[in-house]
């Protein structure tokens, strides 16, 4: 058997496991995805973008087992005056999340989408992926489009007064989820968005973002604490003229973590920023791709991903930078790093630049690194302990991507979470 | 207060030995400076007295108020109460030099079973002494040394050395790169701490320091060894004639 035929094989067998949810409207948009996944196939090793990560317990049928870690740490975002929506394994829990009504957005589940006759969320739904789908395949997120039953569809059309928190709580340890969600950000909107939990067992999201003109979306994401489980996240948005966007993820823990951004700059002067940071322990391979096209006047975006892995932990980065033609005065800025604590751990690195204008600053860096022994013995010779300082140097090391969040409170949150992590390492 | 015998250091990676037998003691309330060439090991006599890597004791012992500093680690060293002004302060980006300091403060008071400094008895502390040094708010929040003038980097160091309260401070050439005002600012944050129960170790390379922070004891330290050791008209004698003259007459 060739290559294609095994690829073609367990795209098949996978297929063959799968329902399609009773389309209604996004019927259409389901069976187009469908038809993706079966020309594209599934991730395989030897695809470009896969050789760094293993796609196959992502891909094959069966999900591995993934034990619920229960938490001795208040949710994150619980303090916070947010709208709280609660997916459990991926399935809309009404009785848990708030009520939907806030003013300045209006948000739908997904399923109700069709019935509702929700316009904006039929033109949207798979629109963004589908176009995500070149020049780099993403097969999972067109399975993702096909199959995901559950999800929701968030319309912004003033400026809200609380975030929209999606919580994802993992109950079951065979879950496998699909969620899709869909956000239209209209021009001179403005909202935040905050995600957290593990999702499932196994989590396949999907998230399409549309900006309008001048309209503005934070992204602020935590993807939980469980140490087992696996997770294929998408996120694709598109950008009109004078918008914003701004995203950062933050994962502790989990075996295997593919966070896929794909982000188009299509309307002069709009701004792209997104970041990660993640830490990694041991049994853990956490994997970042970003696709970033400016395919306008005067745009600009920024990518900040740092990754502090140590005991064997694995971290991925493959972030590109595509200038069209005509896309002048671009600012592009892509900076990955990582801090082996260890001499086990590693990190990939495939940062591109594919540039068709000529007046345009891009630049990308990529640096892989351990703790700094001169800061170090500065710090000892000051009286911190070499644990503490190590815990110092290596919040230092992630704060400029934890820098990229512009809500101060989130971000204390986050510092103090990351604290947390490394002080139950001592 | 701080007694060193025979002190013989190289280099962990190399066959090359930097201190041939020195000896030195620093009593409680003095201040002695250490002179000498360039790579004569002055620096090297710092960093192991504070406890960095890449340095090995072959014979001879150090102690401060009879403690064995050379078994201890840096922290345990500065909780004891020895303190380095460093020739070259370290650039730490993403860590604030106030976050820094209240770490280091509270770390040693920790370590000797102290009460920690709360945050606001902290912050009257620092508000005052970075005044008196002439370092702005703005120096504190910045993160350590990042960004500083070769001056603003050692006055941080005068600063840490005032809230560290220490018992041995060693300054390795903190008047470098100063300018005349930097230099006097230093110095009086350095007379400020002179103290009957505080050793300090000034080393340098040029006489003016010294004009600021009068010695009770001038060394001469020359191929890792002490060679000379007078007053202060010794400081004077090696700024009008240079070391030529000194390393001849002992050798
Ligand atoms: N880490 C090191 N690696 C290599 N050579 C060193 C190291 N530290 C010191 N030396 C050498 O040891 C000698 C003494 O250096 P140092 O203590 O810095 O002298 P000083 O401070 O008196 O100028 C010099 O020859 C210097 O090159
Ligand atoms: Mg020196």
């Known amino acids: 058997m060739g290559l294609a035929d095994v690829k073609q094989g367990a795209t098949e067998a996978r297929l063959a496991a799968l329902r399609l949810p009773a389309g209604g409207c996004l019927a259409a948009a389901r069976q ?28 094959e049928t069966d999900v591995t087992k993934a034990s619920v870690f229960v938490s001795d740490e208040a949710p994150m975002f619980d303090d916070f005056d947010r709208l709280k929506i609660v997916f459990v394994d991926g399935v809309y829990d009404a009785d848990a999340s708030d009520d939907l009504s806030l003013e300045g957005v209006t948000i739908d589940r997904i ?11 039929k033109d949207l739904y798979g629109v963004l992926e589908a176009r995500g789908q070149a020049p780099v395949a993403r097969p999972l997120a067109a399975l993702n489009t096909a199959f995901a039953a559950d999800g929701i569809a968030i319309h912004v059309t003033g400026t809200p007064s609380k975030p929209i928190n999606l919580v994802y709580l993992h109950s079951d340890e065979m879950s496998d989820a699909m969620v899709h969600h869909l956000v239209r950000v209209e021009a001179g909107a403005e909202a935040t968005l905050l995600e957290n939990g593990p999702g499932a067992s196994r989590f396949n999201s999907c998230l399409e973002i549309d900006i309008a003109d001048t309209g503005k979306l934070h992204l602020v994401r935590a993807q939980g604490r469980d140490h087992e489980r696996r997770a294929a996240n998408h996120m694709f948005a598109r950008l009109g003229k004078e918008s914003v966007f701004k995203s950062f993820t933050l994962t502790v823990n989990g075996v295997l973590t593919r966070n896929e951004s794909v982000i188009e700059l299509l ?60 896309a002048q005065k671009t600012d592009g800025y ?75 409170d989130i971000a204390a949150d986050i510092v103090a979470r990351l604290e947390g992590w490394l002080s139950r390492r001592r | 207060m701080l007694e060193i015998k025979n002190l013989h250091v190289k280099l962990e990676d190399e066959d090359k030995q930097i201190l041939k037998g020195l000896d030195l003691t620093v009593e409680a309330g003095k201040v002695h400076a250490i002179m000498g060439p360039n790579g004569s090991g002055k620096s090297t006599l710092s960093y192991v007295l504070s406890g960095r890597d890449g340095y090995e004791v072959t014979e001879g012992s150090a102690t401060l108020a009879g403690q064995d500093l050379l078994e201890l680690e840096p922290e345990e060293r500065a909780a004891l109460g020895v303190f380095l002004a460093f020739q070259y302060p370290v650039e730490i980006p993403g860590v604030g030099n106030m976050t820094f300091l209240r770490t280091a403060v509270n770390a040693q008071r920790k370590a000797r079973g102290e009460e920690e400094l709360s945050a606001a008895e902290f912050l009257k502390t620092i508000r005052a002494k970075a005044k008196d040094l002439k370092i702005d708010a703005d120096m504190l929040k910045r993160p350590v040394n990042v960004g500083f003038s070769g001056g603003e980097k050692k006055r941080n160091e005068i600063l840490q050395m005032a809230m560290l309260e220490p018992k041995m401070c060693i300054l390795d050439e903190t008047d470098s790169g100063l300018d005349v ?15 009957e129960g505080r050793g300090f170790l000034v080393i340098t390379h040029y006489q003016r320091l010294l ?41």
């Not at chain 1, 991730?43 to 796609?55: A, L, S, V």
């Not at chain 1, 830490?279 to 900040?304: L, W, Y």
């Not at chain 2, 010695?215 to 010794?234: F, M, S």
Request: proline share 3%; hydrophobic share 40%.
């Open chain 1, 32 to 59: 187009a995805a469908l038809a993706r996944v079966q020309t594209l196939g599934l991730p395989g090793r030897r695809d470009e973008y896969w050789k760094f990560t293993r796609p196959d317990t992502l891909t």
């Open chain 1, 111 to 121: 399923a109700d989408v069709c019935g509702q006759d929700i316009h904006w969320a």
């Open chain 1, 267 to 326: 309307g002069d002067d709009a701004i792209a920023h997104i970041a990660g940071a993640c830490v990694g322990d041991g049994d853990f391979h956490h994997d970042d791709t970003v696709f970033i096209t400016h395919d306008a006047v005067n745009c600009e975006s920024r990518q900040v991903f740092k990754k502090v892995l140590r005991n064997g932990a694995t971290g991925v980065f493959q972030g590109k930078i595509l200038v069209k033609e005509g």
């Open chain 1, 334 to 408: 892509q900076i990955s790093q990582s801090l082996l604590l260890d001499g086990d751990s590693q990190f990939l690195a495939k940062p591109e630049l594919e540039i068709y204008a000529d007046d345009v600053i891009c630049s990308h860096g990529s640096t892989t690194g351990a703790i700094d022994e001169e800061a170090l013995f500065y710090l000892r010779s000051r009286g911190i302990p070499t644990a503490d300082a190590t815990d110092l140097l290596t919040l230092a090391f992630l704060a400029e991507a934890v820098g990229e969040v512009e809500d101060t």
């Open chain 2, 181 to 195: 005002d930097a230099m006097k600012l230093v110095a009086e944050g350095v007379n400020a701490l002179r103290d």
């Open chain 2, 211 to 251: 004009d600021h922070i009068k010695p009770d004891v001038v060394h001469i330290l020359a191929d890792g060894k002490i060679v000379k050791t007078g007053g202060p008209e010794l400081a004077l004698e090696v700024e009008n004639n240079g070391y030529t003259d000194i390393l001849a007459e002992v050798s």
